[in-house]
Each structure stands twice: as structure tokens, then as C-alpha cells.
Nanobody
Framework: QVQLVESGGGLVQPGGSLRLSCAAS????????MGWFRQAPGKEREFVAT????????YYADSVKGRSTISRDNAKNTVYLQMNSLKPDDTAVYYC?????????????????WGQGTQVTVSS
């Protein structure tokens, strides 16, 4: 079993930055693909970014491309999402996910484990 715990969310002004962290326990995730998703009130959960186990392959949603960077530290069993130039539309609960297949996916069904989420609010 894998447990994922997100942190780093909060209230930030438009144009600001946040770095989300996802700490994993229960199993080494060095061979897993890791992803970030978000869900705003009244909307479906949507893909944000993903990174394969090799760390050399990443993929981003168009809505965050150029403003966000996903990275991982396999030694720390942690994945990060650096978000810059934040907009009010980025407001959502952000979830970390792990996929045992190791290949990245943009659909939630491609992931086997999920964290509880961390709230990101972008507002002046």
C-alpha cells in the first residue's frame, strides 16, 4: 500500500508562486509514474502534469505549460509541482497520484494511489 501526502498549498496573489510537495510512504516509488491533478468546485478532476520514473519524461496540460514544473526526488520519495504566474483559474484542490505502470497518463484511471489533496487559492 502507498500513502501520499500533499503539502504546500495556500492562499497566493495572482502572479505569485507556490511549490507543492507530495511525500510518499509505504513503498519506494522510483519505478512509478507520478502525476498532479486538480479539482475546482463543481468541476471534474483535471490533469495538470506527470513525470515518468526516469525523470526525463514530463508532460503538462496546456493550461499550466510554461508556468509549472514537475520534478521528483526518488531518494526522498517525493514529487514536486512548482507553479509560477498563478492565476485565479488555478484555484482548486491539487492531488498527487502514483501509477504503478510507470508510464505517464493524463486520465485519473491511469493512477493507482491518491493523496487527500491540498487547497490552492489564487486571489487578491
Amino acid at each position: 500500500q502507498v500513502q501520499l501526502v500533499e503539502s504546500g498549498g495556500g492562499l497566493v496573489q495572482p502572479g505569485g508562486s507556490l511549490r507543492l510537495s507530495c511525500a510518499a510512504s509505504g513503498r519506494t516509488l522510483s519505478s512509478y509514474a507520478m502525476g498532479w491533478f486538480r479539482q475546482a468546485p463543481g468541476k471534474e478532476r483535471e490533469f495538470v502534469a506527470t513525470i515518468r520514473w526516469s525523470r526525463s519524461s514530463t508532460y503538462y496540460a496546456d493550461s499550466v505549460k510554461g508556468r509549472s514544473t514537475i520534478s521528483r526526488d526518488n531518494a526522498k520519495n517525493t514529487v514536486y509541482l512548482q507553479m509560477n504566474s498563478l492565476k485565479p483559474d488555478d484555484t482548486a484542490v491539487y492531488y498527487c497520484a502514483a501509477g504503478a505502470a510507470g508510464t505517464y497518463a493524463v486520465s485519473p484511471v491511469g493512477y493507482d494511489y491518491w493523496g487527500q489533496g491540498t487547497q490552492v487559492t489564487v486571489s487578491s
